[in-house]
């Protein structure tokens, strides 16, 4: 299983991005972001059912993150508008099969991790 992250960079406030988290090896019922900034723990962003397209995002985030896939290209997307520079940090993408949706915003639960990819947001 492989999960590869891409899209970060240096941007200025008020910018967009999309990250792209590109799966291979299997499939999972639960993709999702998370993000770390320095000396900070890391933290939930959003996640999307692969059955159903349902998305849930961090109340944080909510409004200006969306969430999305693409089925034939096994890809997660994380679309960031707004940019804010506390929204600087690493971005992960994670992937794994959950029986209990209580657990799926706790990176602990995880065990398919991308290797990150940063962003950064000037003011």
């Known amino acids: 299983v492989q999960l590869q992250a891409s899209g970060g960079g240096l941007v200025q406030a008020g910018d967009s991005l999309r990250l792209s988290c590109a799966a291979s090896?299997?499939?999972?019922?639960?993709y999702a972001w998370f993000r770390q900034a320095p000396g900070k723990e890391r933290e939930y962003v959003a996640h999307?059912?692969?059955?159903?397209?349902?998305?849930y995002y961090a109340d944080s985030v909510k409004g200006r993150f969306i969430i999305s896939r693409d089925n034939a290209g096994n890809t997660v997307f994380l679309e960031i508008n707004s940019l804010k520079p506390e929204d600087t940090a690493v971005y992960y993408c994670?992937?794994?099969?959950?029986?209990?949706?209580?657990?799926?915003?706790?990176?602990?639960?995880?065990?398919?991790w991308g290797r990150g990819t940063q962003v950064t947001v000037s003011s």
């Open positions: 999307i059912n692969w059955n159903t397209g349902s998305t």
């Open positions: 090896g299997r499939t999972f019922n639960t």
């Open positions: 994670a992937a794994d099969s959950f029986r209990r949706p209580s657990v799926v915003r706790l990176s602990s639960q995880y065990e398919y």
